[in-house]
């Protein structure tokens, strides 16, 4: 298995869903390395274990940075590299004439990090996701957002594009149906569940949706059905 960036949206699934075991369940069966940069580190651990709100989640984290599960990346040069393309970004859409800030730092530094180690991106945020795999979709939604015309910079979108190059992007829901593939969540199948696996399954997706995953209902039922089940 290729080495995997994870963003913070997608820790922040996991970790309001009690999915962290399931992560260490998944990096103890594979080759690859979880990183995180230092932004994201800042984002879900630094600055929220400051925070009665948010200290739990941030507590949960560093005890996935303190077995290794999670490997910290810091890099200066890709730090820079990252605010420039940050930069290109967040001047790719307008309305009326302004740039729209569409996306943050750690986001970015992920991203660029990914690019960097030739590594999946893992990331819940639908923002970021558009904005490689379809940004005239993004165009449309921000739109709709914003209640204005959306004008598209052409020159910004295709340095962008040359930058990201081929990388692949997955989601928290993605890697946890490999995990329900492998067979971590066998313990919940109990008698109280008419159809224990579906159940199970469903119960994964719509509760990373419900908190934080930008996965459709569409979705979800196709996973279902991919898996075998009606």
């Known amino acids: 298995m290729t080495d995997m960036v994870f963003d913070s949206s997608s820790l922040i699934s996991l970790a309001t869903n009690n999915l962290f075991d399931k992560l260490g369940e998944l990096k103890s069966r594979f080759d690859g390395k979880f990183f995180i940069t230092e932004s994201v580190k800042k984002e879900i651990l630094d600055n929220p274990i400051h925070s009665n709100k948010f200290k739990l989640e941030a507590i949960m984290m560093s005890e996935l940075l303190q077995q290794n599960v999670l490997k910290l990346f810091a890099n200066l040069d890709m730090e820079k590299k990252a605010m420039q393309l940050l930069e290109i970004c967040n001047n790719i ?5 302004n740039p729209l ?3 943050d730092k750690a986001e970015v530094e992920s991203l660029v990090l990914a690019i960097t180690l030739n590594a999946v991106y893992i990331v819940d945020e639908r ?5 490689v795999e379809d940004p005239k979709k993004l165009s449309l939604l921000l739109e709709r957002k914003f209640d204005a015309q959306i004008k598209i910079d052409g020159k910004n979108l295709a340095a962008f594009k040359s930058e990201i190059r081929n990388v692949q992007i997955l989601r928290s829901a993605e890697i946890m149906v490999v995990a329900f593939e492998l067979g971590l969540f066998k313990q919940y199948e109990t008698k109280y569940l008419a159809n224990p696996r579906k159940e199970i399954l469903e119960g994964i997706l719509w509760g990373l949706r419900l908190r ?3 996965i459709s209902t569409e979705e979800i039922a196709d996973v279902i059905r991919l898996e075998g089940f009606r």
């Open 93 to 97: 859409y307008s309305s009326n004439g």
């Open 101 to 103: 800030k569409i996306l």
């Open 127 to 131: 923002t970021m996701r558009l904005l």
């Open 212 to 214: 934080g995953c930008a």
